[in-house]
């Protein structure tokens, strides 16, 4: 290896160059540690006890628990392993989906201090996970935050092989784009296929993906397309529903409205005079929108984290669009929180109105302290208000809210405690979605043989062998199971025929 290959790698980073490393006081480690508590905590609460949740979940346990099933998939086959070693069932696979979330956070701070500054990556981190969407899937059994990890890692490889020149990150490259690829196999190709467009006339990141692109052309036909479409946990969204994707993203970072307008315009002006951290940050944000992977909240995150840095750095350019975007927000979250007690009310009653008004006045509140720090310049409640926004309410819903929630999605246990189902024969889901039916993995758990009538992967039964059908209802919000109404539904019920 040469000289200039064993170099140590030094950040070019115009914002570390220019300023000197502050030292950190202990008022903010003690904020560091208080958000990392509430993270985790809103992570691994109630994760033993939520229902299954219909689309990939539904899908992935079932095809975990099955016998019968010809799924090449790898986190599959993990997931069986580890759904037999705890009770209940789905607890050791979500305890594997937090696990790649917090080694995505991990790998993201050892790499990404390098690139961007160790404040800027702890800021950023606790922008991703006070979104109101990236931590729900350290609480599903899927392979999302398995994807994540593995894009992570590939996208920060990229990064350091154009930043250094170092030939350790070609195998680094190489490693997580395999990772990547055993959990979302078509995303990821696409992923290979358009940074290799983008960076093709650098020699070394080019060499890297010759040598990924062949792999991904072999895995993707082997379990890439049967798989794609539940690769998120909705489970019916494909790649081709983009305003889907990009409805939820949005959703998922409102706490952070004000932060990520100035964010995006700052971006736009620093990208038009050549910034050499925009130009290396907005590649991945890009492609990581087209091919819909979770990424994208990280890089989004690095982007506000050097607004809530720059913000109270005069003369900072956006305060207007920071302080109005937060103030329409603060409007918007009170008729928001207005509606959900309303809604709480009207589906729970007294118990259900007071645990969402807990969890709206924290929302609320929080959100309130950071639109006064932002209008009065002071740092601890501007980004304070912000994290504690998302983190506090998205832990306040899991303990107060969901409990009310769970009582209506756990039909499917009801239905095998009261129904006199057979457990030695055979049982067949009709119905639009029935591959990704909450109930597949709890009949599957049970012994049931119950198997889609259509669907990949999966052995058809005759309907003459079976000794009950379960017809999947999609267009109906009322459980209906043997003439009996076990309650109202927002997601999905089955009607029984015998």
Not at 188 to 196: D, E, R, S
Not at 309 to 322: D, L
């Amino acid at each position: 290896m040469g000289r200039k290959h064993r170099r140590k790698f030094k950040s070019n980073s115009p914002t570390e160059q220019s300023k000197p490393t502050a030292a950190v006081s202990s008022r903010y480690r003690f904020f560091l540690w208080v958000c990392g508590f509430f993270a985790l905590a809103g992570l691994v609460l109630r994760i033993d006890v939520i229902t299954a949740w219909p689309g990939a979940e539904g899908w992935a346990l079932d095809a975990a628990l099955s016998s019968k099933s010809r799924v090449i998939y790898v986190p599959t086959v993990i997931q069986s392993w580890l759904s037999s070693l705890t009770e209940p069932f789905y607890l050791a696979p979500r305890v594997l989906s937090i696990s790649f979330l917090l080694g995505s956070a991990t790998v993201f701070y050892q790499w990404g201090s390098r690139l961007f500054g160790v404040q800027t990556v702890q800021l950023a981190i606790l922008v991703a996970a006070s979104g109101l969407w990236l931590p729900f899937f350290g609480k599903v059994a899927t392979a999302d935050s398995w994807a994540l990890f593995g894009h992570i890692g590939m996208i920060l490889a990229t990064a350091m092989l154009l930043r250094s020149g170092i030939e350790i990150y070609k195998f680094w490259m190489l490693a997580f784009t395999i990772v990547s690829l055993l959990a979302a196999p078509l995303s990821t190709f696409l992923m290979a296929i358009l940074l290799t467009a983008i960076y093709w006339k650098n020699k070394e990141v080019r060499a890297v993906f010759y040598a990924i692109l062949p792999i991904c052309a072999l895995v993707v036909p082997v379990f890439g397309l049967p798989v794609n479409r539940t690769y998120y946990f909705w489970g019916s969204i494909s790649l081709s529903s983009q305003g889907t994707f990009l409805a939820y993203a949005f959703l998922g970072v409102l706490p952070q409205v004000g932060w990520w307008l100035a964010a995006g315009r700052d971006a736009v002006l620093r990208f038009k005079k050549g910034d050499e951290l925009i130009r290396l940050l907005l590649p991945f944000l890009l492609v990581g929108l087209v091919v819909q992977s979770l990424s994208v909240f990280v890089i989004f995150g690095i982007l506000v984290a050097k607004q809530m840095e720059n913000y109270f750095r005069q003369p900072y350019p956006w305060v207007s669009w920071v302080r109005a975007g937060a103030t329409l927000h603060l409007i918007f979250a009170f008729f928001a929180a207005l509606f959900g007690m309303f809604a709480g009310l009207a589906a729970f009653s007294g118990d259900g109105y007071r645990a969402s008004l807990g969890t709206a006045a924290a929302y609320w509140i929080f959100s309130l302290f950071g639109v006064i720090g932002l209008y009065g310049m002071k740092r601890d409640f501007a980004i304070g208000g912000t994290i504690f926004a998302g983190l506090i309410a998205t832990m306040f819903f899991w303990t107060q809210v969901y409990p009310f929630i769970e009582t209506q999605r756990a039909w499917p246990q009801r239905a095998i405690a009261d129904l006199d189902l057979p457990t030695d024969g055979s049982l067949i889901l009709r119905g639009e979605r029935t591959l990704t039916s909450t109930a597949l993995p709890y009949f599957r758990q049970m012994g049931l043989d119950s198997l889609p009538q259509v669907g990949i992967g999966y052995d058809k039964i005759d309907e003459d062998e079976a000794q009950l059908i379960v017809r999947l209802v999609t267009d109906a919000d009322t459980l209906m199971l043997e003439n009996q109404v076990y309650g109202r539904s927002f997601f999905r019920g089955i009607v029984v025929e015998k």
